[in-house]
């Protein structure tokens, strides 16, 4: 069974950083496209970078690009997202999740419905 796992959230003040990783079992991340979602309640989640593969060039949404960085450990097995000059707009459930290739495109949003597996989540909050 495959599964991901997320971890690395927490609180940290405007400004601060954080890196948040997910671990996969059962699969590995280097043959799939992988994608990092966040979700605050009351809206949809939206997608906040992707990448196919641990040597493609990664996609990001243009509130996170310049400041957020998804990079790959074959490894581990596992995909980091690191996060810089966080703002509070940043706040959410962050989620990482798995899926067929083309569900990364470099020019297009990303769409989380293209993407199968998930994990449970992991809360980041930005605040003073």
């Known amino acids: 069974q495959s599964q991901l796992l997320e971890s690395g959230g927490g609180l940290v003040q405007p400004g601060g950083s954080l890196r948040l990783s997910c671990a996969a079992s059962?699969?590995?991340?280097?043959?799939?496209?992988v994608g990092w979602f966040r979700q605050v309640p009351g809206k949809e989640r939206e997608g906040v970078s992707c990448v196919r593969n641990f040597r493609d060039d990664a996609h990001y949404e243009d509130s996170v690009k310049g400041r957020f960085e998804i990079s790959g450990d074959s490894a581990k097995n596992t995909m980091d997202l690191q996060m810089n000059g966080l703002k509070p707009e940043d706040t959410g459930v962050y989620f990482c999740?798995?899926?067929?290739?083309?569900?990364?495109?470099?020019?297009?949003?990303?769409?989380?419905?293209?993407?199968?597996?998930w994990g449970l989540g992991t809360q980041v909050t930005v605040s003073s």
């Open positions: 059962g699969l590995v991340l280097d043959f799939v496209a």
């Open positions: 999740a798995a899926g067929p290739r083309p569900a990364c495109a470099l020019d297009q949003t990303i769409d989380a419905a293209q993407f199968i597996l």
